[in-house]
């Protein structure tokens, strides 16, 4: 209902008698702002349930993450973790010592070949020194029976010649000096075959072939034992450690995280109809959690459709086929954004 005054209400109708009504205006006032808060209640609703609907519309805007693009550094097998050497955050060098691990199985396989091998080296080479020994004593036994039978041979010769010995008994003694002769020559070949024996099984023997293998296999052990020591594949920083020490840890189980250094990325997830946005040199403006907003610019197109990671999916949503496309930043990241996987949302500027 409107109110009309008459006389000196029409011209000042904060006056009543010529005394000022100070409530009449705020009252006023007080009503005017009721009904425009009563509208803005009705209406609010409607306007952001609209900007929900056409917002995607409206804006090109995309989720994305934050990454460096860090690699699993695993362990090389089954083992148990020794000692950690690097903190998360930690700038390492490549070749650098990250995490060293123990296995007890290698460690007892470790003894068990070495333990082998030092038998086989000692009984076989006892065995052969033993053999030699002998056969060296042979010779040098029939050394001495032939040079006395050299003697008696000389001694009976001059008897011989004095006729003092039979014939009988000189044909004796010279059969005993060529049998002193064949003692000889047998020992010393026994000794030459048992020489040429070792040398023929010092290069392909079975004793030598198992003590080959046997090193081979120690060769192989220690190279597994110095992959315990896992190492930096490059120069990079430690994102994250995955294990504690004493845990155990299996092969396809990461023990750490690895960036290489170098500049974040951000990997955008963009709705198939906006394609054309997806193309380097696109423009986009990047919104951070905290409200910070940063330029970027597309560097790598799409190649394949792929799911929207879940971290950054509604779970109230179906998984729907996106276009990864990779976004350099035009600006110096703040310290207090290097966050790895990050959630952002990035807006692309329109194409006018």
């Known amino acids: 209902m409107k109110i009309r005054f008459q006389g000196d209400k029409r011209d000042d109708p904060t006056l009543d008698a010529g005394v000022k009504v100070k409530y009449a205006p705020a009252k006023r006032l007080a009503f005017k702002l009721r009904w425009y808060l009563i509208l803005l209640l009705v209406v609010s609703p409607i306007l952001i349930f609209s900007w929900i609907l056409l917002r995607d519309e409206v804006l090109v805007v995309a989720p994305a993450i934050l990454t460096s693009e860090p690699i699993k550094v695993s362990p090389p097998e ?25 296995s007890p199985v290698l460690d007892a396989e470790q003894s068990e070949v070495t333990s082998q091998l030092a038998t086989l080296g000692g009984s076989t080479q006892a065995a052969q020194d033993r053999i030699l020994a002998s056969l060296s004593s042979a010779v040098e036994s029939a050394q001495v029976g032939l040079a006395e039978q050299d003697s008696l041979v000389a001694s009976f010769r001059d008897y011989r010649k004095r006729g003092i010995v039979p014939t009988a008994d000189m044909a004796a003694i010279l059969a005993a000096h060529s049998q002193a002769e064949v003692t000889l020559s047998n020992a010393k070949a026994a000794l030459a075959r048992e020489l040429l024996r070792l040398a023929e099984n010092q290069v392909a023997g079975p004793t030598v072939q198992a003590k080959r293998q046997l090193q ?14 896992v190492k930096a594949p490059f120069d990079g920083r ?42 380097p040199g696109s423009k986009v403006t990047v919104r951070f959690p905290d409200g910070t907003r940063l330029n970027a610019t597309v560097v790598q197109p799409s190649e394949l459709a792929t799911e929207l990671p879940r971290q950054l999916a509604n779970p109230f949503e179906a998984q729907k086929a ?22 952002l949302e990035v807006r692309f500027h329109y194409l006018w």
């Open 78 to 102: 089954e083992a148990e973790v020794q000692q950690l050497l690097v903190k998360t955050g930690e700038e390492v060098k490549a070749g650098q010592p990250l995490v060293r691990l123990q």
């Open 216 to 229: 081979r296999d120690l060769v192989r052990l220690d190279a597994r034992l110095q992959q315990l020591t």
């Open 238 to 279: 430690v994102v994250d450690s995955a294990v504690q020490t004493g845990e155990p840890v299996a092969g396809d189980r990461p023990l750490l995280w690895l960036a290489p250094k170098g500049a974040f990325w951000i990997h955008a997830y963009v709705p198939p109809r906006h394609i054309n946005y997806a193309q």
């Open 322 to 343: 996106t276009l990864k496309v990779t976004l350099q930043l035009n600006e110096p990241l703040p310290p207090r954004l290097r966050v790895e996987g990050l959630p």
